[in-house]
């Protein structure tokens, strides 16, 4: 789960003792204007959950309320990377003498928490990797054990940073404490600039909450974005099913991801385009009767793939709630099934005296008459 | 991480629904299930096994070498880090949406303990004919039919399809490993793929992966010393970028974890990558048959 730049600072950053700039949230032209009134030269900050908002045009300088204003209705107007923008952050101008990277964040491969820190500040850590890699500093730490400052120290080592070298010290170790407490997946601070007057200061934060973790987070959890969905997907979400709408018109219901993502990718080799991706997997195979609900609610879908291969998830039950489902929609497109595994002769026996259809021996040859059916 | 009869299997969450049912499959096909752990119901028996408060009393009672937990993803970390303490030296984690950070402090206890952890978010290993541990159709013979090819692979419902379409093709299998669709993995396809190099078991390994992360190139890096035919199918060719295609560890940022990156790194290491499914047992079939004196030539280049 993503949060935007005010709720980071205020709910991860500022709690947890890492200094950022004075700033208000603002939603309206009038509002950012009374609030350049109070903060002085000010920075008005687009609030969407996506990196290069500079680029976009969503961060623009003020020096009087009246600037403030036009810069707010400007960015009020505008649409980032899909976002509507919706909130200003407004922030007092800073005086910069240099500009850092640091994040907390997974390493995958060594299964451990990474913190990385680097001089060049301001641009993509991806980039930041590709131009200079030896600017970045690693260090793997283990979630068991406790940091000590000489972890931080020994990083940092060599780099010149000045008097803002224990400033730093403390910010990383509490960035790592913040990442822990808070559930983490990514916590950046990017830049993490040296004023003028010698403070160290987060100009901007990313901060990712693990999905897995939400449950044991729920305070935080609200102050979330949720992820963008059709009116189809968050009718799925309602119902606990994970559905990707798509611009094809090949509907696809199969059971656990693996087999759902082949069954996409076959569509795909055949010539064909998959209306959605929609995983029945785990404990959610008893609910296909909802789940051949929402792929034909997707009005492009012109066929349909059925393919079951039952491991965990039993083909009779799932073939019983299509077999509902299908009395109750009784669909128009023409449907293609695939069934085996657990539960197979069942499952083949009900949609054969059911719905009067023979599933596919291949996976292959159900997809390639869905296909074909769809064009 | 080839699971055998003479492995003593304690099952954690053995009393839930399906911790019974599964133990119940388990059982019947030839795993030998010695104990189920619950604190709950310490002292009685289910499904004919004893129960025990704690995995360490299950071991130190009636001995266990591997552990599967059916186990909500609350309470994940602390069975797994029990059955790491408790000496277990196979753990085989079922459960999806543990928390990463549990998920990081639990391979840290593996480590630690020496356990191998299979998963999260596997569906288990089989040994056709011998035994199985986790929520795969072995006991279906149309599936699984004990012979001499291994499989690889991160789902459980494409494995299952995998393996069928190689009973029936005539190919029974010497192992299925399920290393799991989470991210952060105990058993990589690397590892897996090591383990069935050096099973005298298994003359040809199939690699069914997916879009993500960067375990199919690692793997590649090991197939290029291999002289054993493998055949790889790669999932996720049309997923859309940047959404996770359900898995966790399936997703594309960029161009890391693509499925042409994947594709091209096993091609180069002279695996053979198939379009779909039912093209694997052919190209099973083909890698069999080509000289293994010309696999070596190669291999020692």
Request: glycine share 10%.
């Given at each position: 789960m993503n949060f935007e730049e005010h709720a980071a600072k205020l709910l991860v950053l500022s709690v947890a003792g890492i200094p950022t700039l004075r700033g208000m949230l603002c939603s309206t032209a009038a509002e950012a204007a009374m609030a350049a009134t109070n903060i002085g030269p000010c920075v008005v900050k687009a609030q969407v959950p996506i990196g290069k908002r500079g680029k976009a045009g969503g961060i623009k300088l003020a020096r009087t309320s009246d600037e403030a204003r036009k810069a707010a209705e400007q960015i009020l107007l505008m649409s980032i990377g899909g976002y509507t923008v919706e909130r200003l952050l407004l922030e007092e101008q800073a005086q910069i003498a240099r500009e850092f990277y640091a994040a907390v964040l997974h390493d995958v491969v060594a299964r451990r928490p990474l913190v990385l820190f680097s001089t060049e500040g301001g641009m993509d850590i991806e980039?930041?990797?590709?131009?200079?890699?030896?600017?970045?500093?690693?260090?793997?730490?283990?979630?068991?054990?406790?940091?000590?400052?000489?972890?931080?120290?020994?990083?940092?080592?060599?780099?010149?940073?000045?008097?803002?070298e224990n400033q730093i010290m403390q910010i990383l170790e509490r960035l790592y404490t913040a990442y822990r407490k808070y559930d983490g997946e990514l916590l950046e601070i990017n830049p993490l600039a040296v004023l003028v007057d010698g403070r160290v200061i987060a100009l901007d934060c990313k901060f990712v909450l693990d999905d897995a973790a939400i449950y044991r987070q729920p305070e935080l959890a609200k102050a979330g974005v949720p992820g963008s969905m059709t009116a189809l997907e968050q009718r799925g979400a309602e119902n606990g099913l994970k559905l990707i709408q798509l611009d094809g018109n090949v509907g696809v219901l199969a059971n656990g991801a693996g087999l759902t993502m082949t069954t996409m990718d076959v569509i795909r080799h055949y010539g064909g385009k998959p209306a959605n991706?929609?995983?029945?997997?785990?404990?959610?195979?008893?609910?296909?009767?909802?789940?051949?609900?929402?792929?034909?609610?997707?009005?492009?879908?012109?066929?349909?793939?059925?393919?079951?291969?039952?491991?965990?998830?039993?083909?009779?039950?799932?073939?019983?709630?299509?077999?509902?489902?299908?009395?109750?929609?009784?669909?128009?497109?023409?449907?293609?099934?695939?069934?085996?595994?657990?539960?197979e002769n069942e499952a083949v026996a009900l949609v054969r005296n059911e719905l009067g259809i023979e599933p596919y021996d291949f996976m292959e040859d159900a997809i390639q008459a869905a296909v074909k059916a769809a064009q | 991480m080839i699971v055998r009869k003479k492995d003593r299997v304690v099952v954690l969450g053995i009393t839930g629904k399906?911790?019974?049912?599964?133990?119940?499959?388990?059982?019947?096909?030839?795993?030998?299930?010695?104990?189920?752990?619950?604190?709950?119901?310490?002292?009685?028996?289910?499904?004919?096994?004893?129960?025990?408060?704690?995995?360490?009393?299950?071991?130190?009672?009636?001995?266990?070498?591997?552990?599967?937990?059916?186990?909500?993803?609350?309470?994940?970390?602390?069975?797994?880090?029990?059955?790491?303490?408790?000496?277990?030296?196979?753990?085989?984690?079922?459960?999806?949406?543990?928390?990463?950070?549990?998920?990081?402090?639990?391979?840290?206890?593996?480590?630690?303990?020496?356990?191998?952890?299979?998963?999260?978010?596997?569906?288990?290993?089989?040994?056709?004919?011998?035994?199985?541990?986790?929520?795969?159709?072995?006991?279906v013979p149309s599936v699984f039919k004990a012979g001499r090819i291994g499989v690889i692979s991160r789902s459980g419902s494409l494995g299952t399809l995998i393996c069928l379409n190689l009973t029936r093709a005539g190919l029974g299998q010497s192992a299925f490993i399920g290393i799991g669709g989470d991210p952060m993995l105990g058993t990589t396809t690397r590892d897996a793929l090591e383990a069935l190099d050096k099973d005298s078991g298994t003359d040809a390994v199939v690699v069914v992966g997916e879009i993500g992360g960067g375990m199919e190139e690692d793997a590649a890096t090991y197939a290029k010393k291999m002289t054993k035919p493998i055949v790889a199918f790669i999932a996720g060719s049309a997923a859309p970028l940047g959404k996770k295609m359900g898995h966790a560890g399936a997703i594309v940022t960029g161009s890391a974890g693509s499925y042409a990156s994947k594709r091209q790194a096993l091609e180069a290491a002279r695996v053979t990558v198939a379009d779909t499914p039912s093209e694997i047992a052919g190209a099973v079939f083909v890698g069999l048959k080509s000289s293994r004196a010309d696999n070596k030539l190669v291999a020692n280049q």
């Open positions: 980039e930041i990797a590709a131009a200079k890699p030896a600017a970045i500093r690693r260090l793997l730490l283990d979630v068991d054990s406790k940091p000590n400052a000489s972890d931080f120290a020994g990083m940092l080592k060599g780099l010149d940073l000045g008097p803002a991706f929609l995983e029945i997997g785990g404990e959610a195979y008893t609910k296909s009767e909802i789940a051949l609900d929402l792929v034909l609610s997707n009005p492009g879908v012109k066929s349909l793939v059925i393919n079951f291969c039952g491991a965990f998830a039993r083909t009779d039950v799932m073939a019983e709630g299509v077999v509902r489902a299908w009395h109750k929609l009784a669909p128009r497109v023409p449907v293609f099934f695939s069934i085996h595994g657990t539960g | 399906q911790g019974t049912f599964w133990s119940e499959k388990m059982m019947a096909y030839g795993t030998d299930v010695v104990a189920g752990v619950n604190p709950k119901r310490a002292g009685e028996t289910h499904v004919g096994v004893p129960i025990f408060a704690t995995t360490a009393e299950a071991v130190a009672k009636v001995g266990g070498d591997v552990a599967v937990m059916f186990i909500p993803p609350a309470m994940a970390k602390d069975a797994a880090v029990s059955a790491a303490e408790a000496g277990i030296k196979l753990l085989v984690v079922l459960t999806e949406h543990i928390p990463a950070q549990d998920v990081m402090a639990m391979h840290g206890a593996a480590a630690r303990h020496g356990t191998r952890i299979v998963g999260p978010n596997t569906a288990g290993l089989v040994t056709p004919g011998e035994c199985f541990v986790g929520i795969m159709p072995a006991f």
